[in-house]
């Protein structure tokens, strides 16, 4: 909360806090700001909105200076590079650091840049550097100017490569600007068609370089690498997990059900890994950080690269286990095991990313191309796999799914029946706290029930009592005198009803 | 940039390896690509991909083998394995019934995937093993020219059969991408539907300096 209202005698939290800032009427959230959700993504629809603005403004200037660059380096006195190309437009980026790992879910980038927002917010940050201050007001543009300043190193390397090239280059160069230009208007393409444009665009230029330009094969992939770099460089934040699709949805899917997996053992997956080996579990931990770093790569490429050094460590270890190469029978199970315990963030966005966009001669023939397609498996395996699947009975499927029941790796079956110790496991451990804390909240939720029992059945007691002795005072004096101060007793019992608090309904706390 | 290339082609290929396990897919590949059977001492990282580099008639081919895991639960994902794939050598032992049985499902499945637009190759491995035949040589042939298929016989032990199997796949599948090419022919083609098919480059003889356009990356 960013308002706090202080009172005499300890916090009182007014009413009119907890509703939306917009004073629409429904109840505001912290985290939104104090909006309600509504009312807040209508306030961060305008500034993403004006974000993207901002962020299409700044490259079209850029690609005008690096026009510019590009002109110049081959008029008649080269320049260096370096001295070429366009300053950065921003001072202070040193600054932007912490951000520059803001790749998450959709849907945590907004909840993350809050918290980034509310940190600002709050009174030990207030003698923060006043830039720093500034950067907090619009939360969003700071992580879009740390991946600007990306895309700027990504275009200068471009035209670097470009400028070897001379004729073609200019080319490619003018090509992959217009194409960029044009995809800005095509914003509310499906994602279908947003891949059929790119990789028409991929096609063309590979036609173009062969038939007009005359490259070999090998010059034409370097040139494509390249431009796949540059392009989905900057296409990236529109086209990578796009709101039309529902990949967001299917990578919590994903998220949960391995979550739901995690008592698959490296035998039910029949795995040649010997993890006793210190070599070999070496290589499983280089394998799971390979595949968790897919998600923080922009570049198509980049991505299966990463799919390409896990699975390269997955044969390190299956080979050092088994001496002798892994065939797709051990590779396959190995990868499943990998995937399982990274469980990689957003999975199927990377999946269909890499699908949509990524040179399709690498993807079809390439070594990368196979790797890649076994992941794609491994996740479709993942969400189909069955008792069946792991050699397992129907029943002993559900029990680990429901976390009845655990497997040991060690194979002996009857320990866990028996009841175990202190248990191994760090997620069984958790979940035994996590009872322990649910059991004691209940029993203090019960007490402050009979509480609050007692305390409603007092006060309907307390009228009827004060009445009693209001009667047996009237009995005892009785008023003849007056008898019109009747009425005004009932009065004085209203004015001390006034004292009381309201009328407790019993609800469920 | 070099120009004047005279339009040398290079062909890629993708083949897909099925067959029930213990046929001996693994041994074939590594066979052919290592000229190695049961070595201990192999020092291959891995036989799952392996790639060739083939001088057809003077027509470079890169051939790119992609082993598939094998084991029944595993047969669902097929279709992820063989998508686009040019070729694909079903291999079952001639002593093994079942290994045979195995290959007439692949079959049905990859022509009803994948049509005529896929070269099938059925194998039969461990001719070594003839004393021990389960499959009659008949059969197999036949059952092979009934659905479009080639048959060969192989024997990853005694290195027998297995360069001309390839050979003759990587032919087939040229002849294939010609065709295609010409039917989508003279400059009237749609670049989208083109693009997922057989990658056909133009390419540079061996003897210019290669890389020429592009040697710093
Ligand atoms: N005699 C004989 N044995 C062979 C031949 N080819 C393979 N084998 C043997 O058959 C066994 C299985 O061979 P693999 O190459 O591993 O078979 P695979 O089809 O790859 O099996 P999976 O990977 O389990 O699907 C091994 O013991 C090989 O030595 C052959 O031509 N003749
Ligand atoms: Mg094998
Ligand atoms: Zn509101």
Redesign the interface.
Known sequence: MSQRTERRGGIHVDQSDLLCKKGCGYYGNAAWQGLCSKCWREEYQRVRQKQIQDDWALAEKLQREEEAAYASSHGPQTQPPSQSTPPHPQPGHASLGPFSKFEEKKTNEKTRKVTTVKKFFSPSSRSAPKKETQEGKTPSPSVSRRASFDTDQVSKDFVDFLKNLQKPGREIHKQCRAFIGNMSSKKDLSADELSECVQDFYQNLADRLMGHFKCSSESVEQVMDQVEKYIMTRLYKSVFCPETTDDEKKDLATQNRIRALHWVTIEMLCVSFDEEIPEVSENVVKAITDVIEMDSKRVPRDKLSCITRCSKHIFSAIRITKKEPASADDFLPALIYIVLKANPPRLQSNIQYITRFCNPSRLMTGEDGYYFTNLCCAAAFIEKLDAQSLNLSPEEFERYMSGQASPRCSGSEEDWSSPAPAPTNPVLAQLNQNLEVLSGLSGRQEALMEAAHSLQADLLSWPESVQHEVHDILKKYPLEVLPRSAPAIDDNNDVDNDNLPPPLTPQVV | ?????TGGK?Y???VVLLGE?CVG??SLV?RYCENKFND?H?T??????L?KKLNITGKRV?L?I??????E??H??GP??Y??SNGAVLVYDITDEDSFQKVKNWVKELRKMLGNDICLCIVGNKIDLDKDRHVSVEDAESYAESVGAKHYHTSAKLNKGIEELFLDLCKRMMETAQAEERLKGNGASQ??S???GV?I????PQA?P????????
């Open positions: 940039m070099a120009a004047g290339g290079t890629s290929f993708k396990g897919k693994t590594l201990k192999i291959t990282l891995q036989a799952s991909f790639t890169n790119a992609w082993d598939t895991a094998g084991q639960r595993f669902a994902l992820i394995y998508r686009d670049s989208a083109s693009r997922r990658q480059v133009d390419d540079e210019t290669a890389g020429g356009c592009c040697s710093s990356g």
